[in-house]
């Protein structure tokens, strides 16, 4: 028998139960629509995700800090101290195949706030040798890189952080920090017992765009923030034995960043970068989408039983059918074959329905879930970007929605067909 007189046959089969193979197929169409509309969420809250990431002016960053993270398990008798950020690290790194600028930082190690006419705020402080920041592949929101004297540049959502002391519950409207002045508090802690605090009026030279790690920093200059350090702690500190807090490195290409950020780690150090975190979030988002996928698996599971349950119906009523089949010489892989062929069809044909439908419900899902998110946030919150579809439905999971109800098709006919292929010619001509 050749693939078209086998396709004829089953065809007409089914032609004759449409009814039952309708209803059957209908589990598997509801199956394939939760296969596609869960993981299609998940797929999407990855895009955005990633689209996020991908949009920050950081890809080529590897911020470096003191130690290593991989031998945080060794004993205290053998573990030795980690090798400081000094001028022979950042000498190291330079020499690293790929790696265009090393840009050493260190924090502000008291308690700051900023304040701004009647609002009060905070920021991560960081001082960052002027040169250094102006050479950065920093995308800037507004402004200029530039570092003076007591000339800072903020991240773009510091200025969300500020609030009126009187009423801090309340939301103010950010205001446009550019080119103000505003005033950096400081909070001593030389003595406990006497808290002082130290203010410095300084002036926003640019603002970097958002979506980076450093929407919440401040930058000042090295040597400015030493000072300060100085002042608040009432002891100065030598980079050139202590070594810096932190090292941005930045990599002449996205592609290299891997392999920098494995040279450094090897080094004793530990680095970190955005691709870092696309890896961590990839993982987890891709245990997501198997969490989803396997709960939308479970009503196809079901519908496998409802197709074998109708395959087995269909070899009572056909019981005569196929001992006339095996007494006219049918052999028993031709009538396997019909058998799998009809199961295979029904839960593609379900699979096929089941991805249209999935995939039309998860477009106006998403246009649901957008229009609902314009309403309820602010064109400010978003920086004025467009708000996305948080849904989204790759077409490899169409293909595998469809694969996989045609293989669950199939898995669930081989118990009605091997049933088929058992049966006594003699014995089914005489079945009544």
């Known amino acids: 028998m050749d693939w078209r007189s086998l396709l004829q046959i089953v065809l007409r089969n089914l032609r004759r139960m449409k009814?039952?193979?309708?209803?059957?197929?209908?589990?598997?169409v509801i199956g394939t629509i939760a296969i596609i509309l869960l993981v299609s969420i998940g797929a999407g809250l990855q895009?955005?995700?990633?689209?996020?990431?991908?949009?920050?002016?950081?890809?080529?960053?590897?911020?470096?800090?003191?130690?290593?993270?991989?031998?945080?398990?060794?004993?205290?008798?053998?573990?030795?101290?980690?090798?400081?950020?000094?001028?022979?690290?950042?000498?190291?790194?330079?020499?690293?195949?790929?790696?265009?600028?090393?840009?050493?930082?260190?924090?502000?190690?008291?308690?700051?706030?900023?304040?701004?006419?009647?609002?009060?705020?905070?920021?991560?402080?960081r001082g960052i040798d002027p040169q250094s920041l102006a050479t950065m592949d920093f995308r800037m929101q507004s402004g200029a890189a530039r570092l003076g004297n007591?000339?800072?540049?903020?991240?773009?959502?510091?200025?969300?952080?500020?609030?009126?002391?009187?009423?801090?519950?309340?939301?103010?409207?950010?205001?446009?920090?550019?080119?103000?002045?505003?005033?950096?508090?400081?909070?001593?802690?030389?003595?406990?017992?006497?808290?002082?605090?130290?203010?410095v009026r300084v002036r926003i030279a640019g603002i970097l765009e958002q979506g980076g790690r450093y929407d919440y920093t401040l930058f000042l200059s090295l040597k400015e923030t030493d000072?300060?350090?100085?002042?608040?702690?009432?002891?100065?500190?030598?980079?050139?034995?202590?070594?810096?807090?932190?090292?941005?490195?930045?990599v002449s290409s996205p592609v290299l960043v891997d392999s920098v950020e494995d040279q450094i780690n090897q080094s004793g150090f530990t680095a970190y970068s955005i691709q870092s975190q696309m890896r961590q979030l990839n993982l987890l988002f891709s245990a997501i989408q198997a969490v989803l996928g396997a709960v939308g698996g479970v009503a196809l599971l079901v519908a496998g039983f409802g197709i074998a349950n109708a395959m087995i119906m269909a070899i009572y009523e056909r019981t005569r059918e196929i001992g006339l089949m095996k007494a006219v010489g049918a052999r028993n892989r031709e009538i396997m074959a019909i058998f799998l062929t009809e199961a295979g069809l029904i839960g593609m044909f379900g699979g096929i329905a089941g991805a249209v439908i999935g995939w039309l419900l998860g477009k106006g899902v998403g246009l649901i879930a957008q229009a609902y998110l314009r309403s309820v946030i602010s064109e400010a919150d978003t920086g004025g970007a467009a708000i996305p579809n948080l849904i989204y439905t790759p077409l490899w999971l169409i293909l595998f929605a469809v694969g996989?109800?045609?293989?669950?098709?199939?898995?669930?006919?081989?118990?009605?067909?091997?049933?088929?292929?058992?049966?006594?010619?003699?014995?089914?001509?005489?079945?009544?």
């Not at 502000?108 to 609002?119: D, F, P, V």
């Not at 309340?170 to 406990?192: A, C, Y």
């Not at 293989?407 to 088929?420: C, D, F, K, M, T």
């Open 227 to 250: 000072d300060l350090n100085t002042w608040a702690s009432g002891t100065s500190s030598n980079t050139n034995i202590d070594g810096y807090d932190t090292v941005l490195v930045q």
């Open 404 to 432: 996989f109800s045609a293989l669950v098709g199939v898995i669930s006919g081989l118990y009605p067909a091997l049933r088929a292929t058992r049966m006594d010619p003699i014995q089914a001509l005489r079945y009544e």
């Open 47 to 125: 895009r955005f995700a990633f689209q996020e990431i991908a949009g920050s002016s950081e890809l080529t960053l590897i911020e470096v800090y003191q130690g290593n993270s991989q031998n945080s398990g060794i004993s205290s008798t053998s573990e030795r101290l980690p090798a400081p950020l000094d001028r022979r690290a950042l000498a190291e790194f330079r020499n690293i195949e790929g790696v265009e600028s090393v840009f050493p930082m260190i924090y502000l190690r008291a308690g700051a706030s900023l304040e701004y006419q009647r609002l009060q705020g905070y920021a991560g402080v």
């Open 19 to 28: 009814l039952r193979a309708g209803m059957t197929a209908m589990g598997v």
């Open 150 to 199: 007591w000339q800072v540049v903020i991240g773009s959502r510091i200025a969300e952080n500020l609030r009126d002391p009187r009423h801090p519950e309340e939301l103010v409207e950010p205001p446009d920090l550019l080119g103000k002045t505003v005033e950096l508090v400081i909070f001593g802690f030389r003595d406990p017992n006497q808290p002082s605090e130290k203010r």
